[in-house]
T-cell receptor
Framework: NAGVTQTPKFQVLKTGQSMTLQCAQD?????MYWYRQDPGMGLRLIYY???????DKGEVPNGYNVSRLNKREFSLRLESAAPSQTSVYFC????????????FGDGTRLSIL | AQSVTQPDIHITVSEGASLELRCNYS??????LFWYVQSPGQGLQLLLK??????LVQGIKGFEAEFKRSQSSFNLRKPSVHWSDAAEYFC????????????FGAGTRLTVKP
């Protein structure tokens, strides 16, 4: 009963490097999301995918790209990492855009030096 | 745009004591309101939600929350706290019935003393 799986759990990058965060869900959900969580702030939505084949910007999309590879997988890419992107990243999924709850993964802790 | 404020960054209560976590929202119409809990190293789990109807909402793990329109509040309560309740709690608000519209508060960290 995996739910939402994120890889890797931890990563350290140098400024300017690129990286892709992976997310997969096994609940046959249509909608998937990427959030970032910073100290003293709540989660902020980066991008979301309402259904397979669609992606849309959230509240803080700058510096990121996403790919909805298939119904199960939704990846987040940092093309040129910046220290301001140091954060904990959460992937989530839901049956559809209007359905709660969202099911969250355990997060990826990303540090950019 | 809608926003949510959790005035308390950190709260400590003794095991068995009652708990109230505060949440205030800013939005002109009736919002959709949520409380999530995050245990260390894990993602968020939905405790309860309010969409309409009865202003007292029951959730999982013995939690409840009350929507007070006049105070723009949605406070979370539990009559008797257990050590396993130690976690971070997030209030969230949405203006539409869509997850992409949700805004989260900064969170309240709960410590439970034995």
């Amino acid at each position: 009963n995996a739910g939402v799986t994120q890889t890797p759990k931890f990563q350290v990058l140098k400024t300017g490097q690129s990286m892709t965060l992976q997310c997969a869900q096994d609940m046959n959900h249509n909608s998937m999301y990427w959030y970032r969580q910073d100290p003293g702030m709540g989660l902020r939505l980066i991008y979301y995918s309402a259904s397979e084949g669609t992606t849309d910007k959230g509240e803080v999309p700058n510096g990121y790209n996403v790919s909805r590879l298939n119904k199960r997988e939704f990846s987040l890419r940092l093309e040129s990492a910046a220290p301001s992107q140091t954060s904990v990243y959460f992937c989530a999924s839901s049956r559809d855009l209007s359905n709660q709850p969202q099911h969250f993964g355990d997060g990826t802790r990303l540090s950019i030096l | 745009a809608q926003s949510v404020t959790q005035p308390d960054i950190h709260i400590t209560v003794s095991e068995g004591a009652s708990l109230e976590l505060r949440c205030n929202y800013s939005y002109g119409a009736t919002p959709y309101l949520f409380w999530y809990v995050q245990s260390p190293g894990q993602g968020l789990q939905l405790l309860l939600k309010y969409f309409s109807g009865d202003t007292l909402v029951q959730g999982i793990k013995g939690f409840e929350a009350e929507f007070k329109r006049s105070q723009s509040s949605f406070n979370l309560r539990k009559p008797s706290v257990h050590w396993s309740d130690a976690a971070e709690y997030f209030c969230a608000v949405a203006t539409t019935y869509n997850n992409n519209d949700m805004r989260f508060g900064a969170g309240t960290r709960l410590t439970v003393k034995p």
